[in-house]
Structure formats: structure tokens, C-alpha cells
């Protein structure tokens, strides 16, 4: 009746406004009977695991590797194209217009959200979790992210209703006080499709990140823009310039003429067998904690299920059952967990680490990450390889505000060696500058410098360092510890023909880049009307009379040229990066069409930017997943790999 209706409404409300209190009780997911036997029953759980993790060790695992962004976003796409059920996907940063095949313009089909709009149509059931960003720090814009695959399947057409988008922390003092997070964010990137298939890595399915092993570092094209590989914003140089507006897809404010783009370097993994379940697991504990803290009361917003987690387990992955609840429950895997792919499917030994939390997941804090990553550095007997886009961590407790004490692990590990009179080798890469805009001079670099001053104190400065405690142990620290970066060359194609054709047509290359992204985007990808009404998102759109000007742009350039042909702009005269890989070619040998005082101008140089979140010791364990070496990742997942036949090679 609508009494009824009434009296639920208000006991909503009531319950809205209780959030309130939450301010004042901090424990207040964990302080009653229920969630304290629910507590109980994951330590209990966690204890039986190795590394405490919420996961067991599961043999059988197959697992494929993903050097850098190329082969691994191809591999996504073939994935996702054969999806029959659901997908699963966490990013930190999602880029509906990511291309995960190039060159875009003549894979245009290949666009992330074109993809996912066919499979939605397709009847697939499509979950994603974002992060949601402190807007004033970070411009990743999920707004956006969230409105453009929400709008793909409009009411009305095939496969409304199929893409569901979810961002969290919430920022709102007003929806959510009590739980709002700004110091913390989620930063795993792993997607899961059909319980059958999983990847998981340090590779985000946004800008920026699609890389090949060579680490391009131009892509100006005088025989022709069709050849692009990065169109629009996804030529970045995060050192020069963050990502601006990236709601609007096309706009890049970075010159291709006379910038080049930062290289990214990244490892990432296919997973087939029972870590698969795993990760989905935590996919739907994920997602039941978004719906219980930020969606509880609204009917778009369904609980998921889980096979194995029924009935007095389902408290396991944070399904609650309300008097009164609001929205459906939803089983899954939509069919039967026996018919996917689990037991023996491949060789490697395999167990699923993390790091969470209350504010993340709702549950005590796990940080079998960390646990993990001691035990394999001090249990290591020949090697550690380390990959990292970040390296702060502490030797004991003598260096505040820093806690996790990896750096401990590093030097007993050092230290045992010594004593044993045992060649011993740990190998750290790095960034030589974290990802931040900004010349370290200036005062608007005092964060970047503030994390590099961290790192050096972690590495080699003061008695509390790795080198230092691993010196006060009285052997030298620079036959044990090795730390480099990476750095890439290229040049630009900036011909003397290209800049007859600026001259002739009146129109700059920069102007083209942004023409070309227009035209290979066709409609959409300045947002949707709806963005302008979400105080969260950012900018907003263009006419069609502006869009076609732009267009024209590249229509009067294009009828400047004098030649046209489409190339390989990999081993084409528009970059020489291949040069810098083993028997690549010479650069004193490469055609160029002028000048060589001009040539010498177009040379450029940049940091290969270390993003993996990698560990290797003695070719026997790896660790791979999207966990920094810091304290602030608080929530992360790792893939931690025995192989048992064969060693684990990166090649």
C-alpha cells in the first residue's frame, strides 16, 4: 500500500540520516554481534592461507605474460569480444575511448567502449568499478568514465540496462560523511570475463598507458595522419603535462612537432584456472561494500551472488539482507562454476595477495601483499628483481610515517648472504622522476620532490637506509644492491616537406591531431548533455558546426600534400626508437629528407616510465599485480606464482 510504502521510505531516511554517526564511530562496520562473527570467520579464513591471505594456494593455473601495453591490450580485446556472460573490470583510470588495437584509424571498431556497447548488446552483463578521484588533485574525470558507458545503450535500444558503473570513495560530506576517503585510493586494474578468464597487472585501460617494446617516443607523419598511433590525448608527457580535460578525448594541448611523448613500461598477465575465481571473488566483495556504503537505497544497484559464498558464507563477501531491501539479488556465475575452467589447466602454482581495508572493502585490514613480498625477498638465495613505479619503505621503526618494512626484508636478505659468503644480487628499477608535471626547481613540484627525497632515504640516505643498515652489518652495500632507470630516445619526423605543407595549407600539425581524432571519433567524445548536469564532471560539448571545422582543418592540409602512403610507423622513417633495441639499425644510418643541422634538432630523449609492479626471485617466484612499493596503496591486488616445470621468463 502506499502507507507501506511510506513507512519504508521513512526508515530509509531514518537510516540516511544515521550515517551521521558514523563520523563519531569509526568502528562502526565491525562493532556489531554479526560483524564481529563475520570478522571472526575471515581471520579464521585468512589464517589458514599462507601470507594470511583471503585466497588459498591453487595449483594447475595457466598464465600468459604481457611485456608493455600492446600485446596485452590486443589480447584484452579478443577477450572481451568473446565474453557470452559477464565481465568483471576494476581500474583505477578508465578511458572509454582507449583504443586497444592500433593504428586507430584503421581499427576504429577496436575503441574500449565500442566493444563493450557490442557485448552489452549482446546480453552480456557488464560491472565496473572505478576510482572515484579528488577532482581538485587528479584529472582523471570518472564522471565522465561513468556517464559515457552508462549512455552507450540508451533506453530504448539493445543492451540498456547491461553496462553498470560504480565509483568509489565518495566525496560527499552530505551523502556519505562518515565514510568519505580522500588520503586512500583504489588502484588495481584487473578485469574477469565469464569466470573463465582474468587478467591482472599494472596496466590501466585508460591514456597514456598502450606501449610497445620499442617506446615510440614520436608519431608525426608526413606521408600520412592515418598512420598515428596515439591520437588525441593519449600522446601524453606526464613530466611536461598532466592529462587535461580528458573528457574531451580529442583535444591534446602537448605539440607532436616538438614534444616527445613519455614512454610507459608496464607487466601484466592472463590468468586461466582457479585464481580465477579468486580474483572474481574479491571483484564481488568489491562490489557488494560500494552497494551496502554508497548504493544501499537505490534500486539501479544490485547485490551480486556468489557460487560457494551462499547461504551463512555470503556474509564473506558483504551481502547483507535488509527488512527492507532495495534492489535484486543476483547469482552468479551465471551458469554453473563447474562448467568453467578450473583444476589442471596449465603448470603454475599460484595464490591471489592483496591489500585491504575498512574504507575499501569493508573488512579488518589484509595486508598479505606485504607479508608475501618479505617472506619471498628473505626466503631468496641467489637473486631479487625488482620492478616498481614507486620504492618507499622502511628498515624498522625509525623511519615515521613510513611502516611497511619490505626494506627490512631487503637487507636480512643481504645480510644472511654475506654471512655466507654467498653471491647475492637485488635489482631495482625505477622511474628516474615519478609521473608528475612540473620542473623539480619549482614550487609546485614539492610533492614530487617530497616522494624522491623518500625514496633516496629508503635506498642509500642515513644509518636507517637499506645500503646504510646493510653497511652497519659490515659488508659493503653496493655488491648487493643495484638500482637503475630506463631512459628512450627518438626523433621527430618533422620534415622539411611537413613544414612546406604547414606553410602552404596554413594549418599546423597540431591543429591535425586534433582534426584526425575528431574524424576518427565521430560523435560523442566530448561527453555526454548529461556530464554538464554531474557537478562531478568536467567540461562539455562542441557544435557540429565546430566539429566539422576542425575536420576541414585536415581536409586543407591533406590537399597541401604531395605524397601520401600509408606505412609501418613502427620501422618507418617516423621514428628511429627500433634503433635502441638489440641489432634495431643505427641511428647514423637513417634516411632523413633535409638538413642535417635540422635533423639534429628533432632528436628528443625522455624517461621510459616504470609503471610495473613486479617482483622476481631466483627465476622460481614471482609477484605481478598493481601494488606499489609505498604505504599509500592501501588497496591492491597481486598474483603470486610458483612455476613448477618450467622457470618464469619475462621474454
Not at 576504429?108 to 579528488?134: N, S, T
Not at 594541448?253 to 572474481?280: Q, T
Not at 600539425?509 to 561527453?527: F, K, N, P, T, V
Not at 621510459?608 to 614471482?622: C, E, F, P
Amino acid at each position: 500500500t502506499s502507507l507501506y510504502d511510506a513507512k519504508v521510505k521513512g526508515i530509509h531516511i531514518k537510516n540516511k540520516i544515521g550515517k551521521f554517526g558514523n563520523v563519531l564511530n569509526p568502528n562502526h562496520r565491525h562493532d556489531e554481534a554479526h560483524e564481529k562473527a563475520t570478522d571472526e570467520k575471515r581471520t579464521k579464513v585468512a589464517e589458514g592461507h599462507r601470507f594470511e591471505s583471503f585466497a588459498p594456494e591453487r595449483p594447475g593455473n595457466k598464465i600468459k605474460w604481457y611485456v608493455d601495453g600492446r600485446d596485452y591490450f590486443w589480447a584484452v580485446s579478443v577477450a572481451l569480444e568473446r565474453a557470452t556472460e559477464t565481465i568483471y573490470i576494476a581500474d583505477w583510470w578508465l578511458s572509454p575511448e582507449l583504443f586497444l588495437r592500433r593504428p586507430p584509424f584503421f581499427l576504429q571498431e577496436y575503441r574500449l567502449d565500442q566493444i563493450l556497447k557490442r557485448r552489452a548488446e549482446a546480453g552480456v552483463q557488464i560491472y565496473i568499478i572505478v576510482y572515484k578521484e579528488v577532482a581538485q588533485a587528479l584529472t582523471c574525470n570518472s564522471a565522465h568514465t561513468k556517464h559515457a558507458l552508462r549512455n552507450l545503450c540508451p533506453e530504448g535500444s539493445p543492451g540498456h540496462g547491461n553496462i553498470h558503473v560504480m565509483r568509489h570513495p565518495d566525496h560527499n560530506v552530505f551523502e556519505n560523511m562518515g565514510d568519505m576517503t580522500f588520503y586512500w585510493a583504489h588502484h588495481e586494474k584487473f578485469i574477469v570475463i565469464d569466470y573463465a578468464l582474468a587478467f591482472i597487472g599494472g596496466l590501466d585501460m585508460c591514456f597514456g598507458r598502450w606501449d610497445l617494446r620499442q617506446h615510440l617516443l614520436a608519431d608525426v607523419h608526413p606521408e600520412g595522419v592515418q598512420n598515428e598511433i596515439f591520437p588525441g590525448q593519449d600522446y601524453n608527457n606526464n613530466r611536461i603535462m598532466d592529462f587535461q580535460s580528458v573528457e574531451d578525448w580529442s583535444s591534446n594541448e602537448l605539440s607532436k612537432p616538438d614534444f616527445g611523448r613519455m614512454p610507459w613500461h608496464d607487466v601484466a598477465m592472463g590468468v586461466i584456472g582457479d585464481c580465477v575465481y579468486d580474483i572474481a571473488e574479491h571483484f564481488v566483495l568489491r562490489w557488494n561494500f560500494i552497494k551496502r556504503d554508497k548504493y544501499k537505497r537505490s534500486e539501479g544497484v544490485d547485490w551480486l551472488l556468489l557460487e560457494d559464498r551462499e547461504g551463512d558464507n555470503e556474509d564473506l563477501i558483504a551481502v547483507q539482507r535488509p527488512k527492507h531491501p532495495v534492489g535484486e539479488y543476483i547469482q552468479h556465475p551465471l551458469s554453473p562454476l563447474n562448467s568453467k575452467p578450473r583444476g589442471e589447466q596449465g603448470t603454475v602454482h599460484a595464490q591471489v595477495v592483496r591489500s585491504s581495508a575498512d574504507w575499501s572493502s569493508g573488512i579488518l585490514p589484509e595486508h598479505s601483499i606485504q607479508n608475501a613480498y618479505c617472506e619471498v625477498i628473505e626466503n631468496a638465495q641467489h637473486f631479487v628483481y625488482i620492478e616498481n613505479q614507486f620504492f618507499i619503505t622502511a628498515t624498522g621503526d625509525q623511519q615515521s610515517p613510513i611502516h611497511n618494512v619490505i626494506g627490512r626484508a631487503i637487507v636480512n636478505a643481504c645480510v644472511r648472504a654475506g654471512k655466507e659468503n654467498r653471491k647475492f644480487r637485488v635489482i631495482i628499477l625505477i622511474p628516474a622522476i615519478p609521473g608528475f608535471a612540473g620542473d623539480l626547481r619549482e614550487d609546485a613540484a614539492t610533492g614530487t620532490r617530497a616522494i624522491m627525497d623518500y625514496q633516496y632515504k629508503s635506498i642509500n640516505r642515513g644509518e636507517h637506509s637499506i645500503m646504510g643498515q646493510i653497511a652497519k652489518e659490515g659488508l659493503d652495500p653496493s655488491k648487493y644492491i643495484f638500482v637503475f632507470n630506463l631512459r628512450a630516445y627518438d626523433r621527430l619526423n618533422k620534415t622539411p616537406g611537413l613544414i612546406k605543407q604547414e606553410e602552404k595549407s596554413g594549418v599546423k600539425y597540431q591543429d591535425l591531431q586534433r582534426a584526425e581524432a575528431e574524424e576518427i571519433m565521430g560523435s560523442g567524445i566530448h561527453g555526454d548533455p548529461s556530464e554538464s548536469e554531474d557537478k562531478d564532471a568536467q567540461g562539455g560539448q562542441i557544435s557540429s558546426d565546430e566539429r566539422q571545422r576542425i575536420i576541414d582543418k585536415k581536409r586543407q592540409f591533406e590537399a597541401a600534400r604531395e605524397h601520401m602512403d600509408a606505412k609501418d610507423p613502427v620501422t618507418s622513417a617516423d621514428s628511429i626508437a627500433e634503433d635502441a633495441m638489440m641489432h634495431g639499425g643505427k641511428v647514423s644510418e637513417e634516411p632523413w629528407a633535409g638538413e642535417t643541422e635540422a635533423e639534429k634538432e628533432n632528436f628528443v630523449q625522455e624517461e621510459l616510465y616504470i609503471h610495473g609492479k613486479l617482483l622476481i626471485a631466483d627465476d622460481k617466484v614471482v609477484i605481478c599485480g598493481s601494488s606499489n612499493i609505498n604505504d599509500r596503496v592501501n588497496l591492491a591486488l597481486s598474483l603470486l606464482l610458483w612455476q613448477l616445470l618450467t622457470l618464469i621468463s619475462l621474454n
